[in-house]
């Protein structure tokens, strides 16, 4: 399988897409049950690890290695974009994806939730001019890796991380804002 | 804005953040190198980054944690799903939520199982949600959960199926063991079911205490299919579209799924999973059942999964010293890492499963009765003695041996044990070798013949009907009615036709009609020893020829002893139509068509007469629309390729024929046809795909087709492991051994195929192959010889033209490439294979742009078998041009998605 990851395959993010899908049930259900998310998502970085290790530890260069934490973002990213579409649809009977401007904005003064589809839509075009940003913040907030792990993932160093989210997330928030 | 300004904002940016607040703007003014844009871009972000502070610093998981965890029990209860009124949640996992509902309609309880919204939008989950919902309803087993429906309403798609009340195995454990005989009780039945699930090649994947149900009466039930996808390669084709998404996706080989807890170390390891995977997740269930812990446990799944991989579970007697050690035998075999050293079917398991239960019965009746003791050395000496004499019973014995140990019991109890236990031994093995020696594997059917001339296709239809029932039930190998069509109008004894056939056993019969009444008889012999197994005389009225059917199909199975559970027993009697005059086109359909690859135009087009007959007659009679379709299908794919006309109406009986019958493997077979043509621009994999569907719903059928379709795609072994299977149902296929020859043809293996070649027609050899050896002059005589006997042979021009480049003639060969052309137009099911010839001359000549244009012809219209692209010798001049070289890396990657796919 991780063959495939670093082979850098479309349909590797479809292979990880069950996997993830269950991880992230368990962890929904304990943030239901109000237990600590960080802790839980850390858990995820954790098994993304260690089936690393699992797997074939002599033959894992950082390049498949990054390559697999990239796809499992991805893979979460995917997954949570469509539960937040999925909710949307039935909340507009189905219709319109995108909240009205006014809604939307009724909807955040309440208890700011982010907007996760317009997020993954601004973070497309953050994307296009910085890549790295947008893996970033894939890593932190969709798999919800420390800044620690998600330098070593990325395979760069923590202060790169910590200025790329702390811009990443400006830039984000602005463009959620307009 | 351009890169180079982003990067000065990113610099500017964090720089300015570091500094205090009421710094940053004097920061800015400093380093600023007068770009405007810049300058605002940065601005906008500081004003921004007060508030954007705490923005996305809670994981996303948040925002969407209530649907994910489908806590939306409130929203739902007293709604209705279609015609169902939620009543209560009944419990929630990874799959989704099932409810317990009313089905209004009906007015009954049903389990509905509702998938995640986020699922819908997930093709790959609807697509095994669909399946899991075909492949279990089409089993019917006692065992396992009945669906009812699958549907979609408002965005929701659902499972309804029987609603089973009791509680799950995990609930009656939790944390304690079971009493063995309880154990025993349930793990049969669990076995059983599963020994009905991979019959129909669907692993369940998730075997877990929480997945089976207990009713309160004992029976046990097997639930959630949900991620039991049908075995790897098996995978659904639901039309030209998900077939095209599948390949853009492509394949997806054993992904983690399931618990952790229950992981076979295949699944565990993320490798493709076979049966056997389920064989060690029910050892896990059982060890836990018996000892009330789990097998593998570790802190966290990565932990557990290691275990799985790595480490032995905790012996079973060390939990449980008294389970009886027969067992623990079956428990750690189950439990072997290397799934080649397990349980290889549930069926064997199953078998051990009840042995050691009526072992366990009869020892307990015989401790009951039992309460003299007697001396310990005496005993002793006797059971050793009895293991020398009982070691061939393996651990039964030692299982009795060791309770006598333990127990002390008495002399006279203690031989009757031994006894028992020689006994047990000897009845065991005489009992398996009598099964193996007598046991019918293969059946021949012949038409039973007509005792008076004009009502010959009767006799045909009645053999056509009893060969469908019975090898649909996947028991027996049935030889197919192409193979027992030529005694009909032959005066073969049915003895010899049964050695002819290499058939165990054979059905002969005769069948009479005396008016509006019918007269049938029949005879079931044994091929060794020409023993009659059975015999029986109907006299019916005409209208209950089908009567007749069901009977001989039912006699015929229970006669050969066949184990048919309740799914099987429905397919044997399964009735397609009960109009006399649309059975009798339909039979008169079957009569005048032929194997495929003899079919003549004529036939081909009165064949499609008499099944648009029988439709015309009932419009209800899926069978027929089926036969109809498969008929339309070679008109369309073989007969007249360049006429769009017959695909249409195929698809449209395909469609007919599936809406009146899912279940029927002629439907698949046609599909496939179409798929792999050019009409429908060769889809190699779906095609596939469809065959395996249509082996799912008969056993019988399709090997042939497999054959000729991984031959095409270059798949090797797997067309050779095809054809063999599929020479094995019917030695007599024609079209086999010219799929054998097309195999060796298309791998470059000339002395396979001269040997095969000769083995099969004793005749010439082909051109084709002097060309190989390089015997040119032989070549010539042997196309001389065919222009001369058939100048219409197909691909006459194209070896011309081949021996023309071959003498270095390159002119005249370049000249003939117009009329290999004119001879397959694009559409014709040759075409891929002048195309590879016509490559072949421009290799040869050196020209490798041309060839490379070709091979990529070849390749798009179908023929892509990268192996003889590897090493067909035709092709080395070019083998080292870029173009080449790029091709070849290209034909790899595709290779290597079938292999993946299909290995």
């Known amino acids: 399988m991780l063959r495939e990851w670093s082979g850098g395959k479309a349909e590797a993010l479809d292979n990880l897409l069950p996997l993830v899908y269950d991880e992230l049930h368990r962890q929904a259900a304990r943030f239901m049950r109000k237990e600590r998310a960080g802790h839980t998502l850390q858990t995820t970085a954790l098994i993304n690890e260690a089936y690393l290790k699992l797997i074939d530890q002599r033959n894992v260069n950082w390049e498949s290695r990054t390559h697999f934490f990239a796809i499992a973002a991805q893979a979460m990213r995917r997954i949570l974009v469509d539960y937040a579409k999925a909710a949307h649809r039935k909340k507009r009977g189905g219709d319109d994806i995108k909240l009205p401007l006014e809604e939307a904005m009724t909807v955040a003064a309440e208890e700011t939730p982010v907007d996760l589809i317009a997020l993954d839509e601004a973070l497309n075009k953050l994307a296009t001019r910085d890549e790295q940003q947008a893996r970033v913040v894939e890593l932190r907030y969709f798999s919800g890796l420390s800044l620690e792990e998600t330098a070593e993932a990325l395979h760069i160093s923590r202060a790169t991380v910590a200025n790329d989210w702390s811009m990443a997330k400006v830039w984000l928030y602005r463009e959620l804002r307009k | ?520 008889s029949v005879n079931l012999l044994r091929t060794r020893d020409g023993k009659s197994l059975w015999s029986d005389k109907f006299d019916m009225p005409m209208t209950d020829i089908f009567v007749i059917q069901d009977t001989v199909a039912q006699q015929v199975a229970s006669r050969l002893q066949l184990q048919l559970d309740p799914s099987q027993q429905a397919r044997l009697t399964k009735r397609y139509t009960s109009n006399p005059v649309a059975y009798e086109f339909y039979v008169k359909g079957v009569y005048s068509f032929d194997q495929r690859v003899s079919a003549t135009k004529s036939q081909v087009e009165a064949t499609i007469d008499f099944f648009k007959q029988a439709v015309e007659a009932d419009p209800n009679f899926a069978l027929a629309h089926a036969q109809l379709a498969y008929a339309y299908a070679l008109k369309a794919v073989f007969v007249e390729p360049t006429e769009p006309v017959w695909a249409e109406r195929a698809k449209e009986e395909i469609n007919r024929a599936e809406m009146l019958d899912p279940q029927l493997a002629e439907t698949h077979l046609a599909r496939s046809m179409l798929l792999f043509s050019a009409s429908e621009g060769y889809q190699g994999e779906a095609a596939v795909r469809e065959v395996l569907l249509a082996q799912q719903l008969n056993p019988n059928v399709g090997y042939g087709e497999l054959g000729y379709l991984y031959i095409h795609l270059g798949l090797e072994d797997l067309a050779a492991r095809e054809l063999q299977r599929a020479s094995e149902i019917d030695p007599t296929s024609e079209y086999v051994k010219q799929m054998t020859l097309t195999m060796y043809d298309m791998g470059g293996k000339y002395d396979e195929y001269a040997a095969h070649r000769e083995f099969y027609h004793d005749d010439y050899m082909e051109a084709w192959y002097f060309m190989s050896k390089g015997r040119l002059d032989e070549a010539q005589k042997a196309i001389e010889e065919w222009s001369a006997k058939s100048p219409n042979k197909m691909d006459l021009p194209s070896k011309k033209a081949l021996l023309f480049a071959l003498k270095g003639d390159f002119r005249a060969a370049e000249a003939m490439i117009p009329v290999v052309l004119s001879r397959h137009p694009v559409k014709d099911p040759l075409y891929h294979h002048a195309a590879y010839d016509i490559a072949c001359i421009y290799a040869l000549e050196g020209k490798s742009v041309e060839a490379v244009k070709w091979l990529r012809e070849a390749n798009a219209t179908g023929f892509q078998p990268y192996p003889l692209f590897t090493r067909d010798a035709y092709l080395n001049r070019v083998r080292q041009t870029p173009e080449f070289v790029q091709f070849m890396n290209e034909m790899k990657l595709q290779y290597e998605n079938y292999e993946r796919e299909f290995k």
């Open chain 2, 1 to 520: 804005m351009a890169s180079y300004q982003w990067q000065k904002v990113k610099n500017l940016f964090n720089a300015a953040l570091e500094r205090p607040r009421d710094e940053r703007l004097r920061f800015l003014d400093e380093n600023w190198d007068g770009d405007e844009a810049v300058r605002r871009e940065v601005e906008s972000l500081l004003a921004n980054s007060e508030d954007a502070a705490v923005f996305l610093e809670q994981p996303a998981v948040g925002e969407v944690a209530e649907a994910i965890a489908g806590n939306n029990e409130k929203l739902r209860v007293h709604q209705n799903v279609s015609h169902y009124k939620i009543l209560q949640l009944l419990g929630a996992g990874g799959m989704g939520e099932v409810y317990l509902a009313e089905d209004t309609k009906l007015e009954r309880k049903v389990a509905l199982k509702i998938l995640p919204a986020a699922f819908a939008q997930d093709a790959e989950r609807m697509r095994r949600f669909v399946q899991e919902a075909k492949a279990v309803s089409a089993l019917n087993h006692p065992n396992i959960l009945t669906i009812y429906e699958t549907g979609e309403t408002d965005n929701t798609n659902y499972i309804a199926s029987e609603y089973v009340e009791g509680e799950t195995l995990g609930e009656r454990l939790r944390g304690e063991p079971m009493n063995l005989k309880a154990a025993l009780d349930v793990s049969a039945q669990v076995a059983s079911a599963l020994q009905a699930a991979h019959g129909t090649g669907i692993v369940h994947r998730d075997i877990k205490p929480d997945n089976v149900m207990i009713r309160p009466d004992g029976f046990v039930k097997l639930l959630d299919f949900g991620i039991a996808k049908l075995t790897e390669k098996k995978t659904e084709l639901i039309d030209a579209e998900a077939a095209t998404a599948i390949k853009a996706a492509g394949t997806i080989p054993g992904m983690i799924i399931g618990t952790a807890n229950y992981m076979s170390p295949e699944q565990a390891s993320g490798k493709a999973v076979d049966e056997r995977s389920d064989v060690f997740s029910f050892g896990l269930v059982l060890y836990e059942m018996l000892t009330g812990k789990k097998a593998f446990e570790g802190a966290s799944a990565m932990e557990t999964i290691g275990l799985i991989l790595h480490k032995e579970p905790i012996p079973l007697n060390r939990h449980k010293p008294d389970v009886p050690p027969e067992i623990e035998r079956i428990v750690n075999k189950t439990l072997k890492k290397d799934c080649e050293e397990r349980y290889q079917t549930a069926k064997d398991l199953l078998i051990d499963l009840k042995d050691a239960r009526q072992e366990l019965e009869f020892q307990n009746k015989l401790e009951r009765s039992n309460s003299a003791s007697f001396s310990e050395p005496d005993a002793t000496q006797i059971i050793n003695h009895a293991e020398t004499k009982a070691a061939h019973t393996t651990s039964s014995a030692e299982y009795i041996v060791t309770e006598i140990k333990s127990n002390k019991l008495g002399f006279i109890a203690l031989s009757v044990l031994l006894l028992a236990a020689i006994g047990f031994g000897l009845w065991f093995f005489s009992n398996r070798n009598s099964t193996n020696a007598n046991q019918i594997k293969s059946l021949a059917i012949l038409p039973l013949k007509s005792l008076d001339a004009s009502e010959n296709y009767l006799g045909l239809g009645i053999a056509d009907s009893v060969i469908r029932r019975v090898s649909q039930t996947g028991e027996v190998t049935v030889r197919p009615t192409s193979a027992v069509r030529r005694y009909l109008n032959e005066e073969t004894d049915a003895l010899t036709a049964a050695q002819q056939l290499n058939a165990d056993a054979v059905l002969e019969g005769s069948v009479q009609r005396g008016g509006d009444r019918l007269r049938v």
